[in-house]
């Protein structure tokens, strides 16, 4: 009895071979079902800046055995460039990018698109096992201003989807191509579809993941112009979806699907944040995420080469949940909320100087952690410049600063940031009524606390002393 029944499943699944349009047998489903399930080590989700992504794409690349291969729209951090030439001495090193990073990169082995469309993606395979790939591109902007989110994900099986789509790339096969070989994907139990455009109908695979959202539907994208994939949000918004959406503010325009979506009653917003506001990401349900370098635009869809990853996964959801929430709430102001201190912090300004202000003025920095911490990250504004700073402030010490703006004499005010978080805050002559005379700076007396009038003296400057 047993027997005839395993004879009776293997009639049914032979008899399921069915032909695809271009002529090509696919296997049974019980085949499709082993070869497109994986596990593997979890994949990483990083958010640019505050996940410091330059480090982990450089430790990423580094890991690499035999190739790498990467799709690069823009590329121009220094550090990205040298590990790629690094491998390139030892291992095999492909380049695909878009005329938009041709004056970047150089030397190394790459073919460029440079018709009207471009070439999009930001990803990388590395040893036909693991992918990076997102809205993050390897530049200075990128990594440090805008916001962006980067995964990389472990699988043997979509490594080998991009990889064959990299030699689309790579053969100048620009806007075109072979359907991708496997579009669903098992991995650890967790089902991922993987699309590239224009070949793949990005937008459609957008929009039945859209339609199958019964509870909500949050969206943070660069730019979105898509009608279909706009209307279809409008009318899950008609059904009692509850959608909310941020837009890049820098991409207003007449074509953004913002007035639309607005006009008919879904919660959405232009992006506070004086950067770029750069992922292309939808969250359904708070269990499936839409990400990779599609913007829901026709070009996008139609025109440019382009990677779409939908990830099914309830934790995955979470963490772009986390970062939906924080672009979200994110308002343009200054933070002036007294509290202990919990990070470096400003020690010292002297904005009045006797001579040249580009000479004489500095800041002073502070670290009371017993442990040397690298500025590349941290910022320090004046509401109208925004410095990034760099090198190491040494533990329990403090550095000097030489700004690359002036400061105001009779009033103004420093923030510090670590990425996009304000740590310290200090003014004079204006909302704070401290005053240097020429020739004296700003000093704490106290660090326990930021953001606190009461922590400042008048003092003779004595740069890199405390
Ligand atoms: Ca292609
Ligand atoms: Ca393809
Ligand atoms: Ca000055
Ligand atoms: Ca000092």
Redesign the pocket.
Known sequence: MKWIFIILILVLLLSGCTETPTGMTTGTNTEQKLNTTETSKSMEIYFCPENECREHLIEFLQGAKNYIHCAFYDVDLPEVINTLKEKESKIDVKLAIDQASIDKISGTNLVVRNDSNLMHNKFCIVDGEKVFTGSFNPTENCNFYNNNNMVIIYSKIIADNYEK?FQ??WNK?F???QAVETPIIYLNNKKIENY?CP?DSCSEHVINNLAEANKEIYFMIFSFTDDDIGNELIEKHNNGIKIKGVLEKTRQSEFSEYDSLKKNGIDIKWDEYAYTMHNKVFIIDNKTVITGSFNPTESGDKGN?ENLLIIHDENIAKKYLKEFEKIWNFKNELDMTERQTNSIVISEVYYDCTGKDEEEEFVELYNPFNEDINLDYYFISNGKNNQRLSGIIDADSPKAIKLNFSLNNKGGYLVLKEHTDQIDFVSWESTWDLEAKTGLSLQRKNFEKVNSKDQWMIGIPDPEKI
């Open positions: 789509e689309e790339l096969d806007g075109q191509g590239f070949e080469d």
